[in-house]
Each structure stands twice: as C-alpha cells, then as structure tokens.
Nanobody, 125 residues
Framework: QLQLVESGGGFVQPGGSLRLSCAAS????????IGWFRQAPGKEREGVSC????????NYADSVKGRFTISRDNAKNTVYLQMNSLKSEDTGVYYC??????????????????WGQGTQVTVSS
C-alpha cells in the first residue's frame, strides 16, 4: 500500500523555522516527483514546492522563494521542506503528494496520485 506521512508541523512565531518531513512507504521515492502543497483556512489548496525524482530539479512558488528549501534523501525514502523566515500567511495544513512524472509537473492536483494526510503549521505571535 502506497502511503505518504507528513510530520514536523507545529506552532512557531513569525521569523521562526520548521522542517517538514514526508516519509514514503510501499514504494521508493526515487522514481517519483514529490510536491508540497498547503491549504490555509478558507482558501484553496496551493502548490508550494516540488522536487524531481533525482533531486536535480526543484521548483518554488513565488511566495516562498528564498525562504523554503525542498530536499530529498532517497536512502531514507523521505522528502523534506525546510521553512525559514516564516510568516503568518504561511499558516495552513501542509500536504505532500507523489507524482509519477520524473520532473515537476507543476501544481495541477490531478497529476499527483497519492497524498498524505497533512500536518498543521501555525505561524503566530
């Protein structure tokens, strides 16, 4: 059974940092692109970042460029999202998702076939 499990969310003050993890089971990540998405209260889910199956290509939404870094450790079957200089507008539930494409296919939901359950990130003073 293919499964993605996010962890690392929590409560942090503006300017703080968190590192999210996306652990895969039932399949190996090295054949998959992984995307991070988030959904703020009352808003639509949006793409945040993605990383190609090799890790050689990454993409970031304009709102997080320079603050977030996506990486992967295929030996641990895990993808990470390092989030620095967090802002209140980064608050939301963060999801990781798997795409069978070898490179980032953008943030079109239907191009991702497995989703985690999400982890809550709250940025507030």
């Amino acid at each position: 059974q293919l499964q993605l499990v996010e962890s690392g969310g929590g409560f942090v003050q503006p300017g703080g940092s968190l590192r999210l993890s996306c652990a895969a089971s039932g399949f190996t990540l090295d054949s998959s692109t992984i995307g991070w998405f988030r959904q703020a209260p009352g808003k639509e889910r949006e793409g945040v970042s993605c990383i190609s199956s090799s890790g050689g290509s990454t993409n970031y939404a304009d709102s997080v460029k320079g603050r977030f870094t996506i990486s992967r450790d295929n030996a641990k079957n895990t993808v990470y999202l390092q989030m620095n200089s967090l802002k209140s507008e980064d608050t939301g539930v963060y999801y990781c998702a798997r795409s069978p494409f070898r490179v980032c296919p953008g943030y079109v939901f239907k191009l991702y076939d497995n989703w985690g359950q999400g982890t809550q990130v709250t940025v507030s003073s």
